[in-house]
């Protein structure tokens, strides 16, 4: 933990979608571990390191907002795709005006977040990573301004903008405790995109992560 990064993030919009909502897009009520990491390989990631989530300070109040949004209602076929990939002579875009479907949208508004995390080292890091070479690295990223992509809450459209901590994480608005019931940790990529789940608490307006998943179980 001697390496760990403490990042404020924040935004107009953010959109954590709920897996149980199928149609419309509903929020949680707070950033999930999983955006959090996602914020962080967009700063920095390299098949030598894994991101771990270990806070989560939520330092705006919680306010929703709804708001209407033009989607896409499929996805180009696979077969083009592979035909593309071939050298085939394919279209690799959808027609607007037939699959542009209208949906309505419960998300947050106004958000700001801590994100504390540290990084571990992974099988595939050779003897050139260690990881006072890819903190040092993270550092100067976050302290430019610099990204592989850009960030963003939940949607392309609700970008991230980022600053370093360098001091002391600031206060959150909230105060005592609120079980958050269960949210999205992350998903198993390697089995079968199985979704993982975690008991969120948030106490004084920070949800432990790493104690949640020891204390609260993962589904």
Known sequence: MGYGIRLKVWGDYACFTRPEMKTERVSYDVMTPSAARGILEAIHWKPAIRWKIDRI??????????IRRNERAGKIPAGKVKSALRGGDVALFQDSSQDAVQRA?????????????????????????TVEKHYNIVL???????????????????????????????AS??????????????????????????????????????RCLAFGGVS
Do not use: W
């Not at 949208?105 to 990573?129: K, M, N, W």
């Not at 963003?152 to 970008?159: D, I, L």
């Open 173 to 210: 608005c909230y105060t005592g405790e609120k079980d958050l019931g269960f949210m999205l940790y992350d998903i198993d990529f390697a089995d079968e995109m199985k979704a993982i789940f975690y008991r969120a608490v948030m106490v004084d307006g920070i949800i432990d992560v790493q």
């Open 105 to 129: 949208s419960l998300v947050l508004r106004d958000v700001c977040y801590g994100i504390e995390a540290h990084f571990e080292l992974t099988d595939q890091a050779g003897p050139e990573d």
């Open 140 to 170: 100067r990223r976050i302290r430019k301004g610099q990204c592989f992509s850009h960030p963003y809450f939940g949607c392309r459209e609700f970008p991230v903008r980022f600053e370093l901590v360098e001091e002391e994480m600031p």
């Open 57 to 66: 300070h939520v330092l705006n109040p919680v306010k929703f907002d709804n």
